[in-house]
């Protein structure tokens, strides 16, 4: 017999949505608890809360306030003041949208990049090369020319809209005369060259491809063997 052992507290579904709440969707603790229990509840007043969270009487008003204000709850007008819970798939759906999304563009970069990872291990041992990080514009595009200037056999481009305007303005030239000389010019883009203007300029002289690319990035990839990845996001 263990004198004094003590059980602890079962992890329940609420705790657990409360957690993935904290980590999902970039609440407080404070604010996950208190929405995961007003929906558990229906509804409550902040004293109930208080006792029922945990969460310190100084701290449950403002929390609240910010969740009226994202509009995760709603409040009564009436005295007391009664908090209700904002149905979960009307103000966590975008949220769910917003990361499937996400997770269906990350796919399409892993298989894209890893397409190319691939080839280049089946030509031969990897070995180890320089990485470099360029900050001003003027940089990445004197190293970007470089990049397709050198280019002996193919350019591989996967590119958000930003990124295909920024090719077509400084590079098409350079990359169309590349393509006299045998060089052949991929690029995946969200652009449709049935639809969009500027892709379909670009398929006459190079193998545009229509795919989904949401995250503000261009990646440009030569021979296989060299690698830039362009960063649109302002900011």
Not at 26 to 46: C, F, P
Not at 73 to 89: D, E, H, Q
Not at 140 to 149: G, N, P, Q
Request: charged share 30%.
């Amino acid at each position: 017999m263990v004198i004094g052992a003590r059980r602890m507290p079962e992890v329940t579904e609420y705790d657990d949505a409360t957690r993935k709440l904290t980590e999902l969707v970039e609440l407080t603790s404070y604010e996950a608890m208190i929405y995961v229990t007003l929906v558990k509840l229906g509804g409550a007043h902040a004293s109930e809360l208080v006792t029922r969270t945990g969460v310190p009487r100084t701290r449950i008003y403002s929390t609240l306030d910010r969740l009226c204000i994202i509009g995760m709850v709603t409040k009564s007008k009436a005295n007391p003041v009664t908090y209700t819970p904002v149905a979960p798939k009307e103000i966590l759906g975008p949220k769910l949208t917003e990361v499937r999304a996400n997770a269906d563009n990350l796919e399409g970069v892993v298989n894209f990049l890893d397409e190319k990872f691939r080839t280049s291990r089946e030509k031969g041992p990897i070995q180890m090369k320089h990485l470099w990080q360029l900050m001003d514009k003027r940089t990445v595009t004197r190293h970007l020319k470089t990049m397709i200037v050198k280019a002996e056999k193919k350019i591989d481009v996967f590119s958000c809209p930003d990124g295909l305007s920024y090719l077509f303005r400084y590079f098409s030239d350079v990359m169309v005369r590349k393509g006299s000389s045998g060089v052949k010019t991929t690029i995946y883009t969200p652009l449709d060259p049935e639809e969009d203007t500027m892709a379909r300029e670009l398929n006459y002289d190079f193998d545009v491809r229509h795919r989904r690319v949401e995250s503000p990035v261009m990646f440009l990839g030569v021979d296989d063997q060299s690698f830039l990845i362009v960063n649109f996001k302002s900011g």
